[in-house]
C-alpha cells in the first residue's frame, strides 16, 4: 500500500521549461525525503524537510513541505535534460522510525 | 567500499528456483535496510537490520522470503521457490546511525526475473 501519492506520474517537457511535482498523502510524516532515481541506479538523497512549512532550496531545486506534514512538493526552474529521471518522495512516519513510506515516483523527460 | 555493493546485478530465476542476492553495505553503517521496487513503483520496504538483530521484517511478503546479516556486514536476502510476481528490483541500503533520520545510501539494486 502506497501512503504518498506522487502527481504527476509522468511529466515531458522542453528544456528550460518549470515543472512541479506533487507529493500528498493522508498521513502526517515527521520527515520526508525527495530522491532522484536513473535507470539501473539506486534512488539518491536530494534534500530532507522536517518543519512544517519549510522550503529548501538546491540550485534550481525547491522543495516545500506542507504546514500539517502531509504533503509536498519539488519545482524545478529552467529544467536541463541532466533533470531527467526518477523523482520520488520518501516519509517517515515518525522520528526514529527505521523504514521509510516511498511514493509512487513521478519520471520527469526534459526534452532538449 | 566506496558504496553500498549489490551482487549479482541481473539475475534470471525460473519459477520454483531458489535465489541469493547479497549486500555489502557502507564499511561501519549500523542500520541495513532491503526494499523491493516493483516495475514502475517506488521501493516498498521489506526489512531492517541494526547490526545483526533483524529489528524489523514486516515488509517481508511472505515466508518465502527470508534475509540474514549474521556479522552486522553483509547481508543476504534469499527468496525461496520464487514467483513470476517476485520479479522486481531488490534494493538493499544502509545509514551509519541507529535511528531513523539518517542520510540512506541505496546500492544500484538486485534486478530479479522470474520466467
Known amino acids: 500500500t502506497q501512503l504518498l501519492e506522487q502527481s504527476p506520474q509522468f511529466l515531458s517537457i522542453q528544456e528550460g521549461e518549470n515543472l512541479t511535482v506533487y507529493c500528498n498523502s493522508s498521513?502526517?510524516?515527521?520527515?520526508l525525503q525527495w530522491y532522484r532515481q536513473e535507470p539501473g541506479e539506486g534512488p539518491v538523497l536530494l534534500v530532507t524537510?522536517?518543519?512544517?512549512?519549510e522550503v529548501k532550496k538546491l540550485k534550481r531545486l525547491t522543495f516545500q513541505f506542507g504546514d500539517a506534514r502531509k504533503d509536498s512538493s519539488l519545482h524545478i526552474t529552467a529544467a536541463q535534460p541532466g533533470d531527467t529521471g526518477l523523482y520520488l518522495c520518501?516519509?517517515?512516519?515518525?522520528?526514529?522510525?527505521?523504514?521509510?513510506?516511498f511514493g509512487t515516483g513521478t519520471r520527469l523527460t526534459v526534452i532538449p | 567500499g566506496a558504496g553500498v555493493s549489490q551482487s549479482p546485478r541481473y539475475k534470471v530465476a525460473k519459477r520454483g528456483q531458489d535465489v541469493a542476492l547479497r549486500c555489502d553495505p557502507i564499511s561501519g553503517h549500523v542500520s541495513l535496510f532491503w526494499y523491493q521496487q516493483a516495475l514502475g513503483q517506488g521501493p516498498e520496504f521489506l526489512t531492517y537490520?541494526?547490526?545483526?538483530?533483524?529489528?524489523?521484517k514486516s515488509g517481508l511478503p511472505s515466508d518465502r522470503f527470508f534475509a540474514e546479516r549474521p556479522e552486522g556486514s553483509v547481508s543476504t536476502l534469499k527468496i525461496q521457490r520464487t514467483q513470476q510476481e517476485d520479479s522486481a528490483v531488490y534494493l538493499c541500503a544502509s545509514t551509519p546511525g541507529r535511528q531513523g533520520g539518517n542520510t540512506i545510501y541505496f546500492g544500484e539494486g538486485s534486478w530479479l526475473t522470474v520466467v
Open positions: 520518501a516519509g517517515e512516519e515518525q522520528t526514529g522510525a527505521n523504514n521509510l513510506f
Open positions: 524537510v522536517v518543519t512544517g512549512g
Open positions: 498521513s502526517v510524516f515527521s520527515s
Open positions: 537490520f541494526q547490526n545483526e538483530a533483524q529489528l524489523d
